[in-house]
């Protein structure tokens, strides 16, 4: 699978393969981190699928793609989409890692979509609502930090192999205006309207048929399944275990199996 680092609507990328009768894959990474977070699961996909048609980006302000004066959730997306109108993608499989998974489920809900695999990233805020926006004031502060570093600390990355410990550690940009920016929905929305808004999503990608996958990194609570599959009754979840919240970087083969799948009729892993 050779590689090429292009631009598409103003995202850095890496794209690979060709073009042909299977559908596009787009890999959307996690908030501070960039596109080589993918560089295993891009490994096993070149070895499973030769040639596959893939692109890796760039976030707005990650990596080597240019910041924004704002990174609301809903115009990311739309990036994202002139991205991949630019890269000449038709119905992609979008693939996202944590923020990356709401913004690929935003993006179905709006964009022309093949499939979508989320990966570790509830819909649901939950407790994690609750401790951004209690420690909204120390977001806001030179001391930012700590509230990243509190979060990294229950990730689980001890789990990982080492090599993804450290590409977990290192290819990270924690900037402050990324956090806020990124983050600004869940600091300023109420629980029942952020919900609401991922229902009317997810009602969307129901309402066309598009296959939802979530692999998550530990069985999701018995609410949260419940929850996701009173929603999309055909939710594929899957749980690959041992990387905490990477899963994409504890069992990149398996993942690469799976995002393979969706849009083809060929089975996953389950």
Known sequence: MGDAQRRFGGLAADSYGADGGRPPLVLVHGLTYDRSQWGPTVRELAALDPDRRVL?????GHGESAGRDTYQVGDVADAIHEAVTEAGLDRPVMAGHSIGGALVTIYAARHPTRGVVNVDQPLLLGPF??????NEPVLRSAEYLQVWESLLAGMGIDQLPPAAQELVRTATTPRQDLLLGYWNEILVTADEAFVAQRVRELERIRSLG???HYVAGSEPSPRYRQWLESVLPDVSIDVLPGGGHFPHLADPAALARIIASVGTGTPGVR
């Open 56 to 60: 890796a980006l760039d976030l707005p």
């Open 129 to 134: 609502g609750e401790l951004l926006r209690r």
């Open 210 to 212: 598009i296959p939802y």
